[in-house]
């Protein structure tokens, strides 16, 4: 039997997207992310995983009840340079600009941009400046 590993990250379990086209998310996905070094795993039943990101398309089994409207969602960089190239890579494949890369009052030292998705969800990618991480990430098999 294969195993199959997650990693999660500090707070949340997974969100999910649900979108109108799922083929065009998933290739705004795939670049935005890849500049983050997180792998995009598409799979044969309407959705594909990121870490704990689902998008999937709404009559997808993973979709259940009522679409809702956008969402915001917010990736972790490993420092400012990396923020400006998720915002390039999001651009570039469609996204919208939502506040480009810059300083943000929240605390000092984040360093944040802004981008509405193909489906106008609001995704930000931060450094949080200085700080440090008891762990990178937590592993589950099963």
Same mark, same amino acid.
């Given at each position: ?12 379990? +997974?969100?999910?997207l649900?979108?109108? $086209?799922?083929?065009?998310?998933e290739? !705004? *996905?795939?670049a935005? #992310? ?14 594909f ?22 969402? +915001?969602l917010?990736?972790?960089?490993? $420092?400012?340079e990396t923020?400006?190239? !998720? *915002?390039?890579?999001? #651009?570039?494949q469609?996204?919208?600009?939502n506040?480009?890369?810059?300083l ?7 360093y944040?941009a ?20 008891s ?8």
């Open positions: 039997m294969e195993t199959n590993r997650l990693h999660r990250g500090r707070l949340i379990d +997974h969100i999910q649900v979108v109108r $086209d799922l083929e065009v998310s290739t !705004f *996905y795939k935005v #992310l890849s500049v983050l070094d997180i792998p995009v795993v598409g799979t044969e039943n309407g959705y995983m990121a870490d704990e990101l689902v998008v999937s398309s709404a009559d997808s089994v993973t979709a259940s009840g009522v679409l809702t409207g956008r969402h +915001h917010a990736f972790q960089a490993k $420092d400012r923020v400006d190239a !998720f *915002y390039s890579a999001a #651009l570039a469609g996204g919208r600009d506040g480009p890369p810059g943000r009052p929240y605390h000092p030292g984040y944040a802004f981008v509405l998705d193909p489906d106008g969800n609001n995704i930000e990618v931060v450094h949080q400046g200085v700080a440090k991480r762990a990178p990430s937590v592993t589950i098999d099963f």
